[in-house]
């Protein structure tokens, strides 16, 4: 029933690394775009990384150099592997499916947090 599952948030010093987990069902995954986006309190739900069901990538600028998205389709699963962690990058952070057929259905998970300590 639930389409789209986040998980390995959790409470990290700063400078320290993370790696989030999206697992997907093989219809959605194989036919989408796959992101990570995260939310901040009083912030909007902004863009983290994407992949491209046929690998490209895209960062925002924030994360690049420090996180790597990637996907594995025999585990119909993507991941943000999150190196040199801030304060700033304290958010929950959410998994998002942009189906890439017709109709353009997105999905979304239902976030994972990221807390980060001085």
């Known amino acids: 029933q639930v389409q789209v599952v986040e998980s390995g948030g959790g409470l990290v010093q700063a400078g320290g690394s993370l790696r989030l987990s999206c697992a997907a069902s093989?219809?959605?995954?194989?036919?989408?775009?796959m992101g990570w986006y995260r939310q901040a309190p009083g912030k909007q739900r902004e863009l983290v990384a994407t992949i491209a069901r046929t690998g490209g990538t895209n960062y925002a600028d924030s994360v690049k150099g420090r996180f790597t998205i990637s996907r594995d389709s025999a585990k119909n699963t993507v991941y943000l592997q999150m190196n040199s962690l801030k304060p700033e990058d304290t958010a929950v952070y959410y998994c998002n499916a942009r189906r890439t057929t017709l109709p353009s259905f997105t999905f979304w998970g239902q976030g994972t947090q990221v807390t980060v300590s001085s």
């Open positions: 093989g219809s959605i995954f194989s036919n989408s775009d």
